[in-house]
């Protein structure tokens, strides 16, 4: 066939992108050899159950067993057994790579079983190709073992080679030039501080007392304009708050729906960070129901011998302890039918009000408006009157979830185990709001956007989401999100729009 005219000057264009792309693939197979963690940490898994993580797991790791699946199947069902080598090829890297962090990395050796299996899977599909290459079914197959192990491969090679004996001899020397910037990068970086005017919510903890690894304490933070809001403080949340960036030094108050340890467990920790790492010069204000004040005056004394620590290492420019612990400020029992505002200033208002929580009372929801943008944020609660009135018309409702079909088989196979476990489980349905009851309430009020959090039971994947939600989209046609901790979602002023974004 003659050639045509500039298919040359084409063909070797794109042989050069190829090899670009091939050093491309190299480069970050290098970097997850040698630099696991900043480059799974920077790039692709920051936090697998998050967007970045779970999208770099079906796309990376999906591709790669689909190609391996891909290329064995083709070789089996085919005349061209020769293909099996290229699941080889990878299997033999994947090995390698596991064989490096078993003597690398000061880690106990968790994976030994896959590595086992893995060894096993080579060693059939390496016997395969031999096998067949003797046998009497053999057709010409290309010379595929002599178009990669040439001498341009062997080269290629050693380079890698060499370059990760390198990376691993001068390991002391690169890491500290790689924390010389990371860690300035980190400490210079304040996205949240950094958000444009407008009402902002963020999830800083969505689980539930319940064991879940995605999901801190129950925490939300609200920023309207430049006032920064927490909404009760479960265990573990105040990491997620500073993961995030939260300048705690700017809190405007805490406030509390109920004081449920899964709500106030993480109160101290806040307190602390909030005036150890702003200098605070007076208490933070801690807003609440009946009670509030016993739970803050617990913590201070809880904390004041440390605070005496701090204060004569750092002193008062950093440790002044006229600004530690907290102060509590109780709201007044109010009627059923009206909220009680806690917070106005110009165009922000918060506004408390009951909803039920029996027996725990008093229990609030908080609504905040600002510049035309509104979120409602129920607490723990029952479904609620009261609370789908102040729901009315909002952007973004924050309702708790119990999801009661997957619970009770939780309780169900705990009975054998821990009639404890059984009895809370069974409980717990009678004072928190199911899927169904939220996207109703949600329809009843006009609400654009439904975001579940306090999540009951806890969903190990994004998978059971749909599970989770039940019949609830057959209730409320408008946009469902069940919470997950990182979760930011911005309200741009006198607008419609809610942008969602990842700030862990």
């Known amino acids: 066939m003659k050639n045509i005219p500039g298919n040359d000057r084409v063909e070797s264009l794109l042989r050069i992108l190829s090899g670009i792309i091939g050093f491309i693939f190299l480069i970050m197979g290098l970097g997850f050899l040698i630099l696991p963690e900043v480059i799974a940490t920077t790039q692709f898994f920051a936090d697998t159950a998050r967007a970045v993580g779970i999208n770099s797991l079906r796309g990376d790791f999906g591709a790669l067993f689909l190609g391996m699946s891909f ?7 085919s005349a061209h057994r020769w293909l099996l080598q290229v699941p080889i090829v990878f299997l033999t890297l994947v090995i390698l790579g596991r064989l490096i962090s078993f003597v690398v990395d000061d880690l106990p050796m968790v994976m030994a079983g896959t590595l086992v299996s893995e060894l096993m899977f080579l060693t059939v599909l390496t016997l395969s190709v031999i096998s067949y290459s003797f046998s009497s079914r053999a057709q010409k197959s290309p010379p595929a073992l002599k178009t990669v192990f040439n001498l341009q491969f062997l080269v290629v090679f ?3 080679i060499i370059v990760v004996a390198g990376a691993f001899t001068a390991s002391q020397q690169i890491g500290m030039r790689l924390w010389n910037g990371l860690a300035g990068r980190s400490v210079r970086q304040n996205m949240i501080g950094e958000l444009p005017d407008g009402l902002h919510v963020g999830l800083a903890g969505t689980g539930s007392p319940l064991p879940d690894r995605k ?29 995030m960036r939260v300048p705690l030094d700017n809190i405007q108050a805490v406030l509390l729906t109920h004081v449920h340890s899964d709500h106030i467990g993480g109160l101290g920790e806040l307190m602390f960070k909030a005036w150890t790492g702003g200098a605070r010069t007076e208490p933070l204000k801690i807003i609440g129901p009946e009670g509030v004040d016993s739970v803050v005056q617990g913590f201070n004394q809880a904390y004041s011998v440390d605070a005496g620590f701090r204060f004569a290492h750092h002193g008062p420019t950093v440790a002044n302890l006229k600004g530690a612990g907290g102060t509590p400020e109780t709201i007044e029992v109010l009627d059923e039918t009206k909220g009680a505002v806690v917070f106005q200033t110009g165009d922000l208002k918060v506004t408390a009000f009951l909803v039920d929580h029996r027996p725990v009372e008093p229990a609030f929801g908080y609504r905040f408006d600002y510049k035309g943008r509104s979120v409602v944020i129920s607490g723990d609660t029952l479904p609620s009157e009261s609370l789908r009135r102040q729901a009315e018309g909002v952007d973004l409702l924050l309702h708790e979830a119990l999801q009661p079909e997957m619970l009770r088989i939780i309780s169900q196979a705990s009975i054998t185990r821990s009639k404890v476990i059984a009895k809370v489980t069974t409980d ?17 009020a006009n609400v654009r956007h439904l975001l579940l959090f306090h999540i009951i039971p806890p969903t190990p994947m994004a998978f059971f989401n749909s599970a989770f939600l039940g019949d609830s989209r057959d209730y409320y046609d408008g946009p469902i999100t069940v919470g997950v901790d990182g979760m930011l979602f911005s309200m741009p002023p006198n607008s419609t729009k809610i942008l969602k974004k990842w700030a862990l």
């Open 158 to 160: 050693g380079i890698v």
């Open 71 to 77: 290329f064995c199947l083709l070789g089996v069902f």
């Open 215 to 243: 999901r801190k304490g129950v925490c939300t933070f609200v920023m309207a304009g430049k006032h920064l809001f927490i909404i009760d403080s479960g265990p573990g949340s105040t990491l997620n708050l500073e993961l």
């Open 428 to 444: 717990i349905l009678t004072y928190h709001t199911f899927p169904e009851e939220a996207a109703r309430i949600a329809r009843d």
